[in-house]
């Protein structure tokens, strides 16, 4: 199933999306996405609507580090263990919704990533059962104010301004996230492209880290590494992240005004 989140005339809703291309159309689950969704019987073409976050998280967790591409031209050396980070669920905005790049930071990158949705409540999740509680995976951009991250030693604020976490177009449930490729264009330029078989640390075993310390709500969204090729964003341009069997992410960036 391809779930969604969606702003329609009538209000917000999570949908069910069905079809392809121009005929997609957006079927209202009542209530929410998790465990069996009940449809109202309500639906509007997906053409006639707009597409929102997926989902709205209780927190993001992430794991930096998580392709040795990745931690080489960061400066360091693979990690042994999964190191994990935290992103509020303020930053999330959704598809086309800008990037908004604070006026007191120099350098604004991307970092496209795939997105795990946890999809029912866990804690201490053995890493043989960790895909029992995932509802399924979208695409995400860790978006970070890089010199922010380098001047304070510790990611929180460079990680976390609002519009710094974009989610979607839609939450796929039904794929094997273990060898997807994920490629980001900036401006239709390709900056990253890789597979997500050469995370350094799986999925379930990523899960079965952070729920050994964390209690895992529905809805809660880890976000699994990004690949080399990471670099700026500049206002006016347009990033674009491609994971294979899910979609593509696209967000427009733009200067904030104040700090």
Known sequence: MRLGRIASPDGVAFVSIEGDGDERIAKEIAEHPFGTPTFTGRSWPLADVRLLAPILASKVICI???????????????????????????????????????????????????????????????????????????????????????????WTRGKSYDTFCPLGPWIETNIDASDLQITTELDGVVKQNSRTSLFLHDIPKIIEWISSVMTLLPGDVILTGTPEGVGPIEAGQTVSVTIEGIGTLSNPAAAKKGK
């Open 64 to 154: 930096g580090k998580n392709y040795a591409a990745h931690a080489a031209e960061m400066g360091g050396e693979a990690p042994k263990d999964p190191v994990i980070f935290l992103k509020p669920n303020t930053a999330i905005v959704g598809p086309n919704a800008p990037i908004l790049l604070p006026a007191n930071s120099n350098q604004v990158d991307y970092e496209g990533e795939l997105a795990v949705v946890i999809g029912r409540p866990c804690k201490d999740v053995a890493a043989a059962k960790a895909l029992d509680v995932i509802l399924g995976y979208t695409v995400a951009n860790d978006v970070t104010a890089r010199d922010h991250q380098r001047h304070d030693g510790q």
